[in-house]
Nanobody, 122 residues
Framework: QAQLVESGGGLVQAGGSLRLSCTAS????????MAWFRQAPGKEREFVGV????????SYADLAKGRFTITRDNDKNLVYLQMNSLKPEDTAVYYC???????????????WGQGTQVTVSS
């Protein structure tokens, strides 16, 4: 079964931007909704947003609206999370996930990456 791999995390100053990428280690994620979640130390995992199978629609949590954008390129087997106007409270491990429906719960997604650390300094 295909597993997911995230990249692009790192250290950025408040107000800056990062673009995270996600790809499948085997096969492709064609036919799947692709979501981003994040988890900060001592906090529950939270939904960031999801993109439809062909990238025609997206849905975002309030924390992401106006700042984060999810895109996908199925031909390149890539999904992106563009993050702008970053705040220290965005510091977390960010995960991509693949599922058959565009849910907002972790249980809606069967395949997950290992996560990539994003740290925003003040």
């Amino acid at each position: 079964q295909a597993q997911l791999v995230e990249s692009g995390g790192g250290l950025v100053q408040a107000g800056g931007s990062l673009r995270l990428s996600c790809t499948a280690s085997e096969d492709t994620f064609g036919g799947y909704y692709m979501a981003w979640f994040r988890q900060a130390p001592g906090k529950e995992r939270e939904f960031v947003g999801v993109i439809s199978v062909f990238g025609r629609s997206t849905s975002y949590a309030d924390l992401a609206k106006g700042r984060f954008t999810i895109t996908r390129d199925n031909d390149k087997n890539l999904v992106y999370l563009q993050m702008n106007s970053l705040k220290p409270e965005d510091t977390a491990v960010y995960y991509c996930a693949a599922g058959r429906t565009p849910g907002s719960r972790s249980e809606d997604y069967a395949y997950w990456g290992q996560g990539t650390q994003v740290t925003v300094s003040s």
